[in-house]
């Protein structure tokens, strides 16, 4: 099997034993982007000389009989909303283009301290506001399972690659959804952790109560090593929570749920769900029970006022977030001919460098924060959060877990949704309640829809600091489907 | 924009009652920025105290500085003000190219620190006044107007940013509206503002500094006609950088709004600009046309949660008042009212008693302090603080004084080589040669020569006319360059020429 088959855990093992160098891995895995990259388009940048580089550096430190961790010489793709001190950070969008940071996210600088090394910066919706990544400001990134389609968004690109053999790892950020979805429509594992729980700083702002960097791979176990490898306490961010990471990677290994108790979130399903998505639901949670688990059907009424409530807080916070991009000190700037007034020109740039979700997001988190327009607006949305949050707690009273589908479709067709906002926000439907709620959540594929030969996602919901649960519910039924596909649901996925 | 007309003060008060609003930001000497860990050191090179999260890089997070939270609960408690048991920052959104984030992280309704007072002392009464809330919040960084006439936005060619400042943690006290200050409104503004500068020092939390802008203050004022029971509209005036100029601008604004009162017009709700060289305020912008702030908390800090036993602690370790200090150190001294109220406007307080423990006698320190190096800075523009002598060297002069080595004349010119750089004060006699003649043999020989010289003079004294001693007791002192003791010299005059008083 060539090396950009394996899973993360065997070629963090492979090196680790000196079977194959972090060069040789950083490869086939370059080899293999020049190969597929004109067809997906998964990133925004690559520079194969800085990555051999970082390759080389770990051999180099491996051969000193450094200690490092169980990824150490894994390539990585990095969602470009993360800071990269040797790469450009443009959060796909035009008033960043060409910005290179002076220093790395928490997230990328843990996984560089471990030794992955960074393979490239992934297409993403600009700001990470969308579900398909065609709001980048570059280019549109393409589902591999079928090039018509989308892989699903904000982090289309983290997904697509990992997707498509380019990447046994990526990164990604969960504002509402932006890794289960992409996940659910590529057939691969996203895991949206408890918020505070991996570090926000270095993540470029878009909701800032909301955002949450994840892992992608293309299994559970491999999730699970990514997972722990970067989360934990940060005192650079304020919100970062301070307890040791949930056991997930001994939970992804261990995936006995017998006596686990399931709930079934009642609201998320019937009209505006795909047949095909809702059968491998139905199916997956008829699985987990024939593993022991108890399934009971859970009522929480307020998660359908979940969708409006984030379409205001988090365009209210990305209103503010999103002013320092003020032409001043980096970044695009328009219109300085020495005639022009500092506003202006910060008008001139804003107008430019924004795309249009961008600024559609923008205008109405000002709206919403307006004077005479707060309680109404963002206020009333604080209130309706809390309720959810109220309800999920309520829930995990009765059940260990609540289980879903990711999201109410497969991947839908480029160009299909892009005229049709509120048809595009249907997508994370599901998945917001978890990010109000700050709770764990995860999609791990569950089949293909038959109406389309897509990829469905089941999406496992756990209370905050709960992590391992979803790695244990999701490592089970993963298990049990393999067994029965005879493999993993990716290597269904046409040949690209 | 003119100043327009004022009405003289006393006819102003004639017909107007005032009430005063303060607002006062502090900036605190933390060692490091509010959210980052950059230095705060006052001066260092533009933009060399600047890091991702105080230039609000992509990504960059702020971290809340605990120790500017805990100066803030303290200077909370000086004020006697209940402290928040929960309470977030806010995020206020502005536009304005030297606050990096284009928003400032501030608290908006839920300040650490609300509902206290501050008692001030006014010609010998007491007015307490109603502090509102105390919170905490980030400095901008500091723009420079380049190429216009005036310094101001307006009119300049470009303008530069210096970001060192931007993030330096600011605290905001808000006093209540004070009413009932009728004429002596001047007076307790400025009392008020010296009164919280020094309750800031003897915290140690900040350096107070007005002309370096670490302590600045608006001040709000409206007017309402004499027996009226609702209140004016108030204006806000900025840019008011000395306790002087406190006063000034209170009064000013108290003239100009009683002429456009009386003259039938309204006053503009907006906010001003107080000018040093004129004393007059000018109007800034209106504050209809004022943003829409759009205060919410902020999402990148936790809430502050100040544990009621720390708070307890904080308080039980509060060090001692200025107030309570003062009626203290003035039973110890025994000095007046008007005494202690002169050194306290002078700010010679800590002065005084420095110069007490460094063994003066307190109405010695007290001469010393309030006259002459008092003069010496009003000519030469330094605060007293400022002088180039310590209270220690200031307890020497008094001591040499007081054994006799030196007179007060003597003692001035200590004073001024000290101040001039030439030394210590023992140093300063020995090179200059000051100590008072009391060696009899040259006093005598001194006078011997004198007498010869004004023959006339001492005939005239022989013969009775003892007033005329005072010319040759003058050509003594002169003669020893001020050294002689001038009393022992006349006696001796007296006796060489067998005369008597």
Redesign the interface.
Known sequence: MSLIRKTAAQLGSMIAAGEVSAVEVAEAHLDRMAEVEPKVQAFLHVDREVTLEQARAVDARLRAGEKLGPLAGVPIAHKDI??TRDMP?T?ASKI?EG?R???D?TVTARLREAGLVILGKTNLDEFAMGSSTENSAYHVTRNPWDLTRVPGGSSGGSSAAVAAYEAPLSTGTDTGGSIRQPASVTGIVGMKPTYGGSS??????F???LDTPGPFARNVLDAALLHEAFSGHD?????SIDAPVPSVVEAARNPDIAGLRVGVVKEFSGEGYQTGVLARYHEAVKLLESLGATVVEVSCPSFTTALPAYYLIAP??C??NL????A???GLRVGDDGSRS??EV?ALTRAAGFGPEVKRRIMLG?YA???GY?DAY?GQAQKVRTVIAREFEAAYQQVDVLVSPTTPTTAFAIGERADDPMAMYLADLCTIPSNLAGNAAMSVPCGLADEDGLPVGLQIMAPVLADDRCYRVGAAIERALESRWGGSLLSQAPEL | MTAGTLMPYDEALERFEPVLGLETHVELGTRSKMFCGCKTTFGAPPNTQVCPTCLALPGALPVANAMAIESTIRIGLALNCSIAEWCRFARKNYFYPDMPKNYQISQYDEPLCFDGYLDVEVNGETVRIGIERVHLEEDTGKSTHVGGATGRIHGADHSIVDYNRAGIPLVEIVTKPIPGTDRLAPDVARAYVTELREIMRSLGVSDVRMEEGSLRCDVNVSLMPRGASEWGTRTETKNVNSLRSVERAVRSEIERQAAVLADGGTIVQETRHFHEDTGTTTSGRSKEEAQDYRYFPEPDLVPIAPDPAWVAELKAALPELPSVRRKRLQAEWGLSDLDMQAMHNADAFDLVEATVAAGAPAADARKWWMGELARRANETGVPLAELAITPAQVARVTELVASGALNDKLAREVLEGVLGGEGSPDEVVEARGLQIVNDEGELSAIIDKVLADNADAADKVRAGKIAAAGALVGGVMRASKGKADAARARQLILEKLGVSE
């Open positions: 993360f800071t950070t959060a960043l910005w940071p002076p220093y996210a926000r700083y270095g993540l470029i702002a909701a800032s109560s005192p650079m961010d304020s919100t209210s916070e209103s503010s002013a320092r991009f003020d001043m000190r980096y500092a506003e910060m000002t924060l307006s004077s707060y963002y």
